[in-house]
C-alpha cells in the first residue's frame, strides 16, 4: 500500500488557533481606531529591514510570532495611506468594512476566474451597479482588475481591436499600423504605458496642450487629429482625464466625445478615483459626458475607499471587449450546466484566469454605507480642497500653483524648489502629516491629494502650519538663500 501522510495546513488546535485570530483582529480594530495617535509615517530603522532579509524558513513557526513581528516590524512602517494625515499622491483610506470583507473573502478562497458560482454573480452585481451609475447600456461588460493601469491598458487592447479586428491577437500589429491615439499633456503615465505593451509604441501617443485649467484644448485636439491623418495615419483612441493626478483637472468630455464620433474614434476615459465623483452630487455634473465613453477605467480603491486593490474596467460594447481577450482552451469547456456552466467568465474579458475575490469587498462597502454617504465622503475631500486653498490664500507666504478643481491642491512656500522639496520629506519626517511633490509649469509644488474620508480640517490647519513653521525655519538657513 501508497502510504500518505494525512499532513493537512488546517490547524492542530482549532481552540487556540480561534483565540489567536480573534487577537489579531483586535489588535487590527485597535490600529484602525487608534490611527490619529501614531505618526503617519516612519523611517525604517535598519534592523527592522533586517528581518525581512532572512532566509525562508524550513520549519514551523507559530501564528502568535509570526503575528508579533507583523505588529512590531510591518505595521508601524507601512505608507500610511490610512492615517488622516495622508496626502500623498492618491491614496485611498480603506475602511473596518473593506477589511472585514477581505478577510471573509480570504476564508473563502474563491478564484472569480469563471465558473458557475455566486461570486462571480456578485461581480455581475457590482458591474450591473457601475453601468447604471455611468448610464452604460446592460451590454457592456467590465471586469475586476488590480487598478487603473491595467484597466487602461485593456482599454487600449479593446479599442485596438475596434479598429485592427482580431486580426491583430492572431498575427501582431502589422508593421505599417500607423496607429496613433491622443491625451492630455498631463495624463498619467499608464496610459503611454498601455501603448507601449499594447505594442503600439509611446512614440504614437499625442500629448495635446492644456488650456488653462489644464484640461486638454479640444480644438488642438481636432487639429491634431485632422493634421494625422491628413498624414496618412490612423487615429484609433482619445483617452481624456476625469481627474488629473497632478491637479484632478476633467478634460472637456462632451466636447471631446462629440470630436470622437466625429472621426470615429474610441473614447477613453481615465477616471481613476474621478470617475466614482458620480456618486456625489455635486461632483456628477463636472462629468457631464462621461456616458458616451467606449471604455472607463477606475478605482474603487481611491475615492471609494474599498481596500487595496480594486480597479475596474468597464467597456460599452461588451461583445467587442470579449473578442478581445476570449481564448478557448481544452480545459476551460463551458457547460450548460454543472461547474462549469455560466459562460461567460470573466477570463473572457481581459487577461487574469485567476482572479481573486475584489467584489466583495466592494460590494460589502455598497451595502453597509451605501452611494449617498460615499458620495458625502467625496464631496467633503472637495470642500476640504477648497479649504485648504482658502488658507493659502490668506497666508502671504504661499502661493498657489493650480486651480483646485477637485480634492487636489498643489502649493509653495515661496523660494526655492529645493526649499519646498525639503519642507516636503521634513513633512513626512514629522509624521504629522503628509503630502507629496509634482512639477507645475516647471516649479515644484508641495501636492496635497485629499483622498481619505478620515482626513478632517484639523488635519488642513496642522498642513498649513506646519508648512509655514518648517518654511519660516529653513528659509532663514544659508542652505536656502
Ligand atoms: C489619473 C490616474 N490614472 C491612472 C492611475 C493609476 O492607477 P492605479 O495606481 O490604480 O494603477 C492613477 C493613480 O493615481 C491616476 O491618478
Not at 480603506?94 to 470583507?101: F, Q
Not at 499600423?177 to 503611454?192: D, E, F, G
Not at 501603448?195 to 480644438?219: K, S
Not at 502661493?399 to 512656500?413: G, M, T, W
Amino acid at each position: 500500500m501508497l502510504e500518505t501522510s494525512g499532513e493537512t495546513l488546517d490547524p492542530e488546535d482549532w481552540r487556540a488557533f480561534r483565540l489567536q485570530s480573534h487577537q489579531m483582529l483586535d489588535d487590527m480594530l485597535d490600529y484602525i481606531e487608534n490611527l490619529r495617535e501614531r505618526p503617519v509615517w516612519q523611517k525604517i530603522p535598519a534592523d527592522v529591514r533586517a528581518v525581512f532579509q532572512a532566509p525562508m524558513p524550513k520549519a514551523p513557526g507559530d501564528l502568535a510570532s509570526a503575528h508579533e513581528i507583523f505588529m512590531k516590524d510591518v505595521l508601524p512602517y507601512a505608507i500610511g495611506n490610512a492615517h488622516p494625515g495622508f496626502m500623498g499622491w492618491v491614496h485611498g483610506g480603506g475602511t473596518p468594512v473593506g477589511m472585514m470583507a477581505e478577510m471573509l473573502a480570504a476564508g473563502l478562497n474563491a478564484n472569480l476566474g469563471g465558473r458557475e458560482q455566486i461570486p462571480v454573480e456578485v461581480e455581475r452585481q457590482l458591474l450591473r451597479w457601475v453601468c447604471e451609475l455611468f448610464a452604460f447600456p446592460d451590454t457592456a461588460s467590465g471586469l475586476f482588475v488590480t487598478g487603473t493601469s491595467m484597466a487602461n491598458f485593456i482599454s487600449v487592447l479593446v479599442a485596438r481591436t475596434s479598429v485592427l479586428g482580431t486580426a491583430a491577437r492572431e498575427k501582431g500589429l502589422p508593421a505599417e499600423h500607423r496607429l496613433v491615439a491622443y491625451t492630455s499633456a498631463s495624463s498619467h503615465v499608464s496610459i503611454a504605458q498601455a501603448m507601449d505593451m499594447a505594442g503600439i509604441g509611446t512614440l504614437a501617443l499625442r500629448r495635446i496642450a492644456q488650456n488653462e485649467q489644464y484640461q486638454m484644448d479640444a480644438t488642438a485636439l481636432e487639429m491634431a487629429i485632422e493634421q494625422d491623418k491628413a498624414a496618412g495615419l490612423r487615429p484609433f483612441m482619445i483617452a481624456a482625464s476625469a481627474g488629473t493626478v497632478d491637479v484632478g483637472a476633467i478634460d472637456p468630455l462632451n466636447e471631446i466625445a462629440d470630436i470622437a464620433k466625429r472621426f470615429g474614434i474610441w473614447f477613453h476615459v481615465d477616471g481613476a478615483y474621478g470617475a466614482l465623483g458620480m456618486l456625489s452630487v455635486d461632483i456628477a455634473p463636472l462629468l457631464a459626458g462621461i456616458e458616451h465613453a467606449d471604455s472607463i477605467a477606475f478605482d474603487f480603491h481611491k475615492w471609494g475607499q474599498v481596500p487595496y486593490d480594486a480597479g475596474f474596467v468597464l467597456v460599452k460594447d461588451g461583445e467587442l471587449h470579449r473578442s478581445t481577450f476570449s481564448s478557448p482552451a481544452a480545459y476551460l469547456q463551458r457547460e450548460t450546466r454543472g461547474m462549469a456552466a455560466g459562460s461567460p467568465w470573466p477570463c473572457d474579458f481581459g487577461p487574469d484566469l485567476s482572479r481573486s475575490f475584489k467584489a466583495l469587498k466592494t460590494w460589502f462597502t455598497l451595502q453597509v454605507y451605501g452611494s449617498e454617504k460615499l458620495g458625502r465622503i467625496i464631496s467633503n475631500t472637495c470642500a476640504l480642497a477648497r479649504y485648504l486653498r482658502q488658507r493659502i490664500e490668506t497666508a502671504s507666504m504661499l502661493e498657489l500653483l493650480a486651480p483646485v478643481a477637485l480634492n487636489i491642491v498643489c502649493f509653495r512656500y515661496l523660494g526655492s524648489d529645493k526649499l519646498n522639496a525639503d519642507i516636503v520629506v521634513a513633512l513626512q519626517e514629522s509624521g504629522i502629516v503628509a503630502p507629496s511633490t509634482t512639477m507645475i509649469k516647471g516649479r515644484l509644488a508641495i501636492r496635497a491629494a485629499i483622498v481619505n474620508h478620515r482626513t478632517q480640517r484639523r488635519d488642513i490647519d496642522a498642513l498649513i502650519d506646519a508648512v509655514i513653521s518648517l518654511g519660516d525655519t529653513l528659509g532663514k538657513t544659508d542652505e536656502y538663500k
